[in-house]
């Protein structure tokens, strides 16, 4: 069992930077490949990146998101920089066992999500 805690969302302006963290509880948390996903207003939930051994990123984050892991912390981090106003979102990680893979519906476990909004 794999418990999953989001924070580091918030309010910034266009063009600015966030960073997003997923805590985990449990075990062998380095066997879990981890992904983030976003789900804004009205619109389906969509993936963002993922991490097992290397990250994997959507189009329309690549260059700009960066998916990185600390294992010892049991922890992964999601790194926003020239944020836009359509990445606001409420930001959801989710884990799973190795690979990682993009779609939602692979993953087992979820964290709670946080609030990215972005103005312009």
């Known amino acids: 069992q794999v418990q999953l805690v989001e924070s580091g969302g918030g309010l910034v302006q266009d063009g600015g930077s966030l960073r997003l963290s997923c805590a985990a509880s449990g075990r062998s948390f380095s066997r879990y490949a981890v992904g983030w996903f976003r789900q804004a207003p009205g619109k389906e939930r969509e993936f963002v990146a993922a991490?097992?051994?290397?990250?994997y990123y959507a189009e329309s984050v690549k260059g700009r998101f960066t998916i990185y892991r600390d294992n010892a912390k049991n922890t992964v981090y999601l790194q926003m920089n020239s944020l836009k106003p359509e990445d606001t979102a409420v930001y959801y990680c989710a884990a799973r066992a190795f690979p990682a893979t993009t779609s939602q519906n692979d993953y087992d476990y979820w964290g709670q999500g946080t609030q990215v909004t972005v103005s312009s």
């Open positions: 991490i097992s051994w290397r990250g």
